[in-house]
């Protein structure tokens, strides 16, 4: 973890590596509008083996898939290691960013995908001036826009992930609003913690 990115795998892959720490999978394609905003979910005890569950919708795009899995598979490894036992649902949709910023389960989850997505290397090539190791440009909450266009290269060139007119619009929302988010949160856990 921090010292290489990620790797997208199919959603049958990443359930069989994953499988050995005691949670089940559910896959489902859920499309249209109300479909379509959830990105996956995680429960801690369900069904009568009382495992976790992750269910992750596969109606996206395959960084869209990598990012609820990460996210969630980070519910289940945060829970274990806190010995939470935070009993309900847990949903990844594109509208609640924000709320996670105030939820410590929530935000130790984006943490997981912010540091697997930007690792090290990558985060300081991306958020800090070359050569100077200082922050980027500008120190405000927005991105500058010389970071964005890098952010955005970035996924294009790492995870497939374009914003041309192949993807609809409204996945397009969905897809910029978890790019800016977990590079802002992975911008902060550099610049302000030196992680």
């Known amino acids: 973890m921090n010292d ?30 109300e479909g379509v905003a959830l990105l996956g979910f995680y429960v801690r005890e369900m069904g009568r083996s009382r495992l976790p ?77 070359p050569g100077k190791g200082r922050k980027s440009e500008s120190t405000s909450a927005e991105l500058p826009d010389s970071v964005s266009a890098n952010v955005l290269k970035y996924f294009e060139g790492r995870f497939g992930l374009s914003f041309g007119a192949q993807i609809p619009s ?7 609003a978890a790019v800016v988010h977990f590079a802002k949160l992975r911008r902060a856990l550099l610049t302000e913690y030196e992680i």
């Open 53 to 129: 569950l992750i269910c992750v919708n596969t109606a996206h795009h395959p960084a869209a898939i990598g990012a609820a899995f990460s996210h969630e598979m980070g519910h289940h490894l945060v829970g274990r290691l806190f010995d939470s036992h935070k009993p309900h649902a847990q949903l990844l949709t594109y509208t609640a960013y924000g709320e996670h910023l105030d939820d410590p389960e929530e935000l130790a989850a984006d943490v997981l995908v912010s540091l697997g997505v930007f690792p090290e290397a990558i985060a300081r090539k991306i958020f800090l001036n």
């Open 170 to 176: 409204q996945k397009k929302l969905q897809y910029l």
């Open 4 to 33: 290489e990115s990620v790797t997208l795998v199919s959603p049958t892959e990443f359930t069989r590596r994953w499988s050995g720490l005691g949670v089940q999978f559910q896959l489902a394609k859920l499309g249209g509008a």
